[in-house]
């Protein structure tokens, strides 16, 4: 039945488990399921799973990555065939990257793993990025979000240079601004004018859709 295959779809991302994620997206297609249905209905509810575990305590970062992998998995099978139908799939295109001057990146690679798995197209600059990359790579995107993440209390305030440089070029109202990292707090978002602040992967997808005005009740 659809239900009991939705069911196993949201266990395989639970699970952490690839393999079993892309046979079940690749089942689906050969039984006819709608794709869109199957993103929707099947993996994206495996994946919110994941993050409200992960924010519980009960899921570490080991488990969150599985379960990344898992939905990419999935999403690699059924996005096209969604796309080919006409489906609008994409919640948002994000530009993220680590600061200036700063080359920590594991938190923001997690980060962009999970906005992927929930259905945002991420463009991922890496680590130590000048802040006119940022704007570049945003208006070349045409993106809805810049996600800067800082780990150092030094590079932190790049941050809210970004802010500044965005109101400067009059482009503050066409992109939000989601900051994260270790020294960041949702004070210090709201002190530089950012739309938002993600504590960890589990928020920082949260918030994203709060931004795109998706976020669930």
Request: charged residues 20%; hydrophobic residues 50%; proline residues 2%.
């Amino acid at each position: 039945m659809t239900i009991e295959l939705f069911s196993a779809m949201a266990k395989s991302v639970v699970d952490g488990d690839p393999d079993k994620a892309a046979s079940l997206a690749r089942a689906a297609l050969v039984g006819g399921v709608n794709a869109a249905e199957a993103i929707e209905k099947g993996f994206i509810p495996g994946i919110h799973e994941v993050g409200a575990l992960w924010e519980s305590g009960e899921y570490f970062l080991p488990e969150l990555i599985a379960s990344a992998e898992a939905m990419k998995s999935a999403m690699a099978i059924l996005r096209p065939a969604a796309a080919g139908a006409g489906a609008a799939l994409k919640e948002g295109t994000v530009v993220i990257g680590t600061v200036e001057g700063d080359i920590h990146d594991i938190g923001k690679n997690l980060v962009s793993a999970m906005l992927a798995a929930n259905g945002f197209e991420v463009i991922d600059l890496g680590a130590d990025v000048k802040l006119s990359a940022f704007i570049e790579a945003a208006r070349k995107s045409g993106a809805d979000i810049i996600c800067v993440s800082a780990l150092l209390t030094t590079t932190m305030l790049n941050q809210r240079r970004l802010v500044d440089l965005l109101v400067e070029h009059g482009l503050r109202g066409r992109f939000k601004v989601l900051v994260g990292g270790a020294p960041t707090s949702q004070k210090w978002a709201e002190e530089i004018g950012a739309d938002g602040y993600g504590e960890n992967a589990a928020a920082a997808v949260r918030a994203a859709r709060a931004l795109m005005g998706k976020e669930r009740s």
